[in-house]
C-alpha cells in the first residue's frame, strides 16, 4: 500500500506553528486520509495486548522523536490517499472487531474525527495510538497516550536525518500536561511511556504527577505502562529486562511489544 509523496510532512518554518498542516493532504476538503498501512495484526502494546485488530496507519507527525519506529510517517513520510469511505471498506474486509488508528499522529487530520465516528457507528471497539499532543472531538473507547519524554529529542548526535534541525520544535511541542490533562478526563486512557533507560523515570513521575494535579478524572498506577524502547528483537534484548524492573520497584505496569517479539521489524505487523 505505501506509496511515495512528495506532498507529505513539511520542516519549514512556517509550519512550525501549524502541527495540522504537517502532512499536506487536510484542511479544508477534510474529506481524505494519508494512509500509510492498513493490516490486521494482534495488538502488541499495552492493555489489549493480544486482541486480533486492524491497524489503520496514518502519515504525518506533529513530532520528531529519533527513535521512531514508523519512519516513514514521520522522518520520511509516505502514504496514498484515501477516503474516509475507502478507508471503512478496507477496515470491513478483515473480520475484527477491533480498530486501532495510529500513525505517524493520526489526530493532525480532521479526517481521523469523521472515521473515528463512523467506526463507533458501525459497532467498532477503537483505540487510538495518540503522542497526547491533541485532544479530539470523536469517540474513542481506549485513548492510548504516548507522552514522549526529553529521551525522545532528536539531537544532533540521535537525529536519524540529519543534524538536530527538528530537536528544538519536538522540545517545543512534546508535552502538553493541559491536553494530556483533557484526554483522561474525556476518554478511558492508558498513558504509555517509551524508557529508554532509568534515567526516564524521575521525568515520568513529574509527568504523571502534573497530569494527575490538572485532571478531575483518576489516573492509577496501572493506567500508567513502560514500554521497552526498541524496533528490532535485538535492541528489546538490550531494554525490555531494565524496564520490566522498573514497573516493578515504581509500581507502574510493564507493557510488551508483542509484535516485535513475535515478527521482529516486519511491516504489516
Ligand atoms: C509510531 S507511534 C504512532 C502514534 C503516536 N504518534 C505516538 O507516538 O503515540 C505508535 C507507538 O509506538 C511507540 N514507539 C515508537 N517508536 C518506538 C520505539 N523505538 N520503541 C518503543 N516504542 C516506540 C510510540 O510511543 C507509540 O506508543
Ligand atoms: N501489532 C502492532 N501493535 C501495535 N500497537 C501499536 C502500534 C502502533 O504502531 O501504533 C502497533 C503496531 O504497529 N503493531
Ligand atoms: S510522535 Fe509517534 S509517530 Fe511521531 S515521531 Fe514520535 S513515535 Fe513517531
Ligand atoms: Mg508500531
Not at 519549514?12 to 479544508?28: H, K, N, P, V
Not at 531494565?242 to 510488551?256: C, I, K, M, Q
Request: charged share 30%; glycine share 8%; proline share 5%.
Amino acid at each position: 500500500m505505501p506509496v511515495a509523496s512528495d506532498d507529505a510532512v513539511g520542516v519549514t518554518d512556517a509550519d512550525a506553528d501549524r502541527a495540522e498542516t504537517d502532512c499536506g493532504t487536510d484542511g479544508e476538503s477534510g474529506g481524505d486520509l494519508p494512509i500509510n498501512e492498513l493490516f490486521h495484526s494482534l495488538q502488541g502494546e499495552g492493555r489489549l495486548a493480544g486482541v486480533p485488530s486492524v491497524f489503520v496507519r496514518t502519515s504525518g507527525c506533529n513530532l520528531r522523536c529519533w527513535f521512531c519506529d514508523s519512519y516513514h510517517t514521520s522522518w520520511e513520510p509516505t502514504h496514498d490517499s484515501l477516503s474516509v469511505l475507502d478507508v471503512l471498506a478496507a477496515v470491513e474486509d478483515y473480520d475484527a472487531d477491533h480498530v486501532v488508528l495510529t500513525g505517524g499522529e493520526p489526530l493532525i487530520h480532521d479526517a481521523s474525527e469523521t472515521l473515528l465516528a463512523e467506526l463507533a457507528d458501525r459497532g467498532y471497539h477503537t483505540t487510538v495510538e495518540t503522542n497526547g499532543t491533541i485532544v479530539p472531538d470523536a469517540p474513542i473507547d481506549l485513548a492510548s497516550v504516548s507522552p514522549k519524554l526529553a529521551s525522545s529529542t532528536p539531537t544532533a548526535e540521535r537525529d536519524p536525518a540529519g543534524d538536530g534541525e527538528w530537536a528544538e520544535r519536538h522540545e517545543d511541542r512534546r508535552l502538553d500536561v493541559s491536553a494530556l490533562a483533557d484526554l483522561v478526563e474525556t476518554y478511558e486512557t492508558q498513558l504509555k511511556f517509551v524508557v529508554t533507560g532509568s534515567e526516564d523515570t524521575a521525568e515520568i513521575e513529574r509527568v504523571v504527577e502534573r497530569v494527575r494535579d490538572a485532571a478531575s478524572a483518576r489516573v492509577r498506577d496501572d493506567d500508567v505502562l513502560l514500554m521497552p524502547e526498541g524496533q528490532t528483537r535485538a535492541e528489546l534484548n538490550e531494554t525490555r529486562e531494565v524496564v520490566a524492573d522498573l514497573a516493578l520497584e515504581y509500581g507502574y505496569r510493564y507493557t510488551p511489544r508483542l509484535h516485535v517479539d513475535l515478527w521482529n521489524d516486519a511491516p504489516g505487523t
